[in-house]
């Protein structure tokens, strides 16, 4: 039930700010005139600013009511309903993240609460003149870029990087329209009988369980298991439709946005019309007219990155986490959740069905499958006559390599084979860069970053050595820093760039496209790049994990893994399934066209370790039982909880006394069985000039483990330098 408050009652108002003083995190003010309801956006007086909150119900009485002061207004919005507060709720209390920082996620919109009105926007309407300035030519870049839509002149701007005088020059020129139309169009009708595939065999069952499932309308996870090509999105389409048949929104989560643009085509070729998209590319008034939109039930269907997860949904009846394994779902700044983890929270709390699809799912989903909590559909085969392709291991210990050189013999072979059939290759390398490590052979010094504690990347394309941390850069120094030898400063081991030098000289005259997150300005170029290879514009493809992700690539029929060991080293308790999943997702890139079998070559020194095995055995279920074992031996996750300590501040001893002191009072702790390491340094023990120091809390599966670190961590208040993250079932130990 929302109460609902009438003028001059004592009402608590959730901001999107911390405040130190207020235990609940709301701050108590008086209704305004007309009232206001629990969940309301509301503008409120805070010292001299005016802040936007929501009504959280009535306020907790800490404040003397003579000297409240009233809300400012209530917003033109859809209240917050009752189920996204439930979930903000919880989500913080799961992530021991305050609740105000969990609202602001919640709250990312622009413009809330301006009445909606016209707004003036701006679209090319005729020829482009033959002499235009740079500046000219950039906007009608921009504003094709858009793909047509009508945008304000402030995003044609930023866009474009110029002032509004060049495109009110060309609106005179009669290049562009001018013109107003209403803010906030309602979105295309999804049309769930506009199917045009015709499922075959395994999907049939599988989609209709999912089908099923949705129409019960009720709460469930289902994990969608499948090689790549199988099929999973076209069965997970069907559950969405079923979900549109019923009235119900419906939320499909991708891990990169630049996947997103091929995936928004195939859901207009599905169901005739483009959905909502929801992320860091959208523009401000999408991104507005989506909020406006989705409370007032017309979205029928959200695309986005993780984020959309705290989207106003009126009545939400599935989310699909597609490439549910994929770290990109774990948010590793500000508030640290996992977005698949949190999907299932929110479906559980308004009666959604929850669809994981990956090829490789995590340990975490195949255990919950498993335990019988999670349904789990398999899809075994590729769609029509497409097979998995063939995987084998290049010995690297054979091919006695110079040092500069990273393709061996039999790998440059299997290419040149490709390039006569008129195939494309694929080399794969997970390192950004030309080289990771900049060496002086003088003195043996290697270059590192002024304020991280991690070796500077060399980027040939920009000039530069990068820190990977904390992005700072520098140029390549001639003269060593350390002994001020002249000349001897020389780059060690390959990046993606250095490789393409290496593939430049071998095969000179071989078309050659580079894909790293790092070499393109936006993800629209990203986008272009992918389409362009796609459609046959380069025979040698050289990629980091970037292609790994769900990018359809008909001509490609020869995977090339330059290093397979590369994720193996390192204390990472998932070292070995994301090696796994990696070699496994990057191999699946191979020949998916159907009409040619794939070959994948992982050059290897260690060819005989359990994990190359597995990847090149294939026989998944195995490497999982085996994986899951081991976890279970050791009391890991899936099988225990574990919360990462983070502490970081200016002065190292001061973190570590910091550290040593909660270590020392670990009462809370112990009480719950748990144990407690550290502190110790984190891995990377410095970060943009701060100090870190971690600590790992190891608890039972059962074990309460949020109740016990809030009272552990609420003994003591760190040095005001010093700053806490916690990190709730940590993906990354850096
Ligand atoms: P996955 O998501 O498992 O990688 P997709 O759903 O992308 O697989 O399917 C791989 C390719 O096969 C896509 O181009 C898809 O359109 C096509 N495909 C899958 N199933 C069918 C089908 N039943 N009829 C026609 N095309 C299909
Ligand atoms: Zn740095």
Known sequence: MERVFAEGDRVGVLLTEPLGRSLSGTLDYRAPEGGCGTGDFVEVPLGPRRMVGVVWGPGDGSFDMARLRPVTRVLDARPMRAELRAFLTRAADYTLTPLPAMLRLATRAPG???????????????????????????????????????????????????????????????VIAEEDAPRDLPYPDLNPAAAKVQLMGEQIAAAAALTAAVAQGNYGTTLLKGVTGSGKTEVYLEAVAECLRHGRQALVLLPEIALTAEFLTRVEARFGARPAEWHSGVTQTERRRLWRMLGEGSAQMVVGARSALFLPFQHLGLIVVDEEHDTSYKQEEGVLYNARDMAVLRAAICGAQVVLASATPSLESWVNAEQGKYTRLDLGARFGTAELPEMRAIDMRDERLPANRWIS????????????????????????????????????????????????????????????????????????PSCGVAGRM??????????????????????????????????????????????????????????????????????????????LQGSDLRAAERTFQLMRQVAGRAGRAGNRRGLALLQSHQPDHPVIRAILGGDEEAFWKA??????????????????????????????????????????????????????????????????????????????????????????????AVRIAVDIDPQSFL
């Open 409 to 480: 013999e039999p790998l440059a072979e299997a290419v040149k084979a490709r390039q006569a059939l008129g195939e494309q290759s694929l080399l794969f390398l997970n390192r950004r860069g030309y080289a990771p490590v900049t060496i002086c052979r003088a003195c043996g010094h290697q270059v590192g970053c002024d304020d991280c504690d991690a070796r500077m990347v060399e980027h040939r394309f920009l000039k530069r050595l990068v820190c990977h941390q904390c992005g700072a850069s520098k140029p390549v120094p001639d003269t060593c």
């Open 490 to 567: 020389a780059p060690v081991g390959p990046g993606v760039e250095r490789l393409a030098e290496e593939v430049a000289e071998r095969f000179p005259e071989a078309r050659v496209a580079i894909l790293s997150s790092d070499l393109f300005g936006s993800a629209r170029a990203l986008k272009e790049q992918i389409e362009s290879i796609a459609a046959g514009g380069a025979e040698i493809i050289i990629g980091t994990q970037i292609v790994a992700k769900g990018h359809n690539f008909p001509l490609l029929t020869l995977v090339g893994v330059i290093d397979a060991d590369l994720g």
């Open 112 to 174: 809330l609460g301006e009445s909606a009105g016209m707004r003036r926007v701006y679209r090319l309407s005729g020829p482009a003149p033959n002499k235009l300035t740079d500046a000219r030519l950039r906007v009608l870049e921009a504003l094709r870029g858009f793909g047509g839509a009508a945008v304000t002149l402030g995003e044609i701007c930023d866009a474009a990087g110029c002032t509004s005088s060049v495109v009110k020059g060309l609106v005179k020129a009669g």
């Open 627 to 720: 994986e899951a074992d081991e976890r279970r031996a050791a009391g890991v996750p899936p099988y225990g909880r574990m919360a990462g300590i983070i502490l970081s501040g200016p002065d190292v001893a001061q973190v570590f006394d910091f550290g040593a002191e909660l270590a020392r009072l670990d009462g809370p702790l112990r009480r719950i069985g748990a144990q407690l390491y550290g502190p110790a340094p984190a891995p990377i023990a410095r970060v943009r000039g701060r100090h870190r120091v971690r600590l790992l809390i190891k608890a039972d599966k059962l074990a309460p483990i949020q109740a016990a670190v809030s009272e552990w961590l609420s003994q003591v208040k760190p040095p005001n």
